[in-house]
């Protein structure tokens, strides 16, 4: 499946949900990640962020799609993490 996930958490805890997301999925823009993920690790990193963020003042916003091809992206202005350049 693919996923764009998004992210607000607060500043203490910012690095530790970035350094996660990016064993996942890729880095887009500030706490924003895309890619393709399996169920099970999605789940898997479901369940690590919940024990980082705290539920009564962060959120984490999931967006899925079955295929990356269903989604159309356009990007206004410079793309911060251009994903064209991996082989």
Same mark, same amino acid.
């Not at 269903?70 to 994903?83: A, F, P, R, V, Y």
């Given at each position: 499946?693919? $996923? *764009?996930?998004v992210?607000?958490?607060?500043e203490?805890? $910012?690095g ?7 064993q996942?999925?890729n880095?887009i &823009?500030n706490? $924003?990640?895309?890619g393709? *993920?399996?169920e $099970?690790?999605?789940k898997?990193?479901?369940?690590k ?8 003042s962060?959120? *984490? ?8 091809r269903?989604l159309?992206?356009k *990007?206004l202005g410079?793309e911060?993490?251009?994903?064209? &350049?991996?082989?």
């Amino acid at each position: 499946m693919y $996923v *764009i996930l998004v992210y607000d958490i607060g500043e203490k805890r $910012v690095g530790k949900m970035l350094k996660l997301c990016r064993q996942y999925l890729n880095w887009i &823009q500030n706490s $924003v990640f895309e890619g393709e *993920i399996t169920e $099970v690790k999605l789940k898997e990193l479901e369940s690590k962020a919940r024990k980082i963020m705290e539920s009564d003042s962060d959120s *984490i916003i999931i967006f899925s799609s079955r295929n990356e091809r269903w989604l159309d992206k356009k *990007i206004l202005g410079m793309e911060k993490n251009d994903l064209s &350049q991996f082989l």
